[in-house]
């Protein structure tokens, strides 16, 4: 479900530099949250919507029914929030930041970890790609492990239907 990448500024020379590297890695963080992916409708979406669908009401139940109509809305509102967006895209979360050890010391280098979470219908190589092609001049990316996205469990189970069937009641 997640890969750790880790974005290294190159090893300063000049004093110019060193003040540079901190600066690489705060421009790649702004490009990983602003442009890493796009929402889009994929299968663990469809699923949830049709499931949601009968026992939907109003607006919901209008959105979910009719699905590709309302798309766009649906992405949009669903981006809009950290665990509602993970349903429909990859998510990259900046989780660590490295610099100098002391506030009045320019860093050598400087590092910055982001936790990758796979959308399912994602493949991690191609998606570690695309975040590498984010990363400005001067800084590179080291992957520290991927693991595949997980299996989504299906509404076809008998432990689905127990808990669709409760709400029903």
């Known amino acids: 479900r997640a890969a750790v990448l880790d974005a290294i500024t190159r090893l300063p020379q000049s004093p110019l530099e060193l003040a540079e590297s901190l600066g690489l890695l705060c421009e790649a963080g702004r490009n990983i949250e602003k442009h890493f992916t796009k929402a889009r409708m994929n299968s663990v979406a469809a699923e949830f919507f049709d499931a949601l669908a009968p026992h939907a009401t109003g607006k919901i139940r209008f959105a979910s029914k009719h699905r590709k109509l309302c798309r766009g809305a649906i992405l949009r509102r ?42 399912p219908d994602d493949e991690p190589d191609e998606i570690i790609g695309r975040l590498k092609k984010l990363l400005p001049e001067g800084v590179r990316a080291e992957v520290f492990g991927v693991i595949p996205p997980s299996k989504v469990s299906g509404t076809d189970t008998d432990a689905y239907r127990a808990v669709s069937g409760s709400m029903e009641k």
């Open 78 to 119: 669903l981006s809009k929030y950290d665990r509602a967006g993970a349903m429909v895209k990859t998510t990259a979360a900046l989780t660590m930041a490295e610099g100098s050890s002391r506030p009045n010391v320019l860093p050598r280098s400087a590092s910055l970890t982001v936790n990758i979470r796979f959308s």
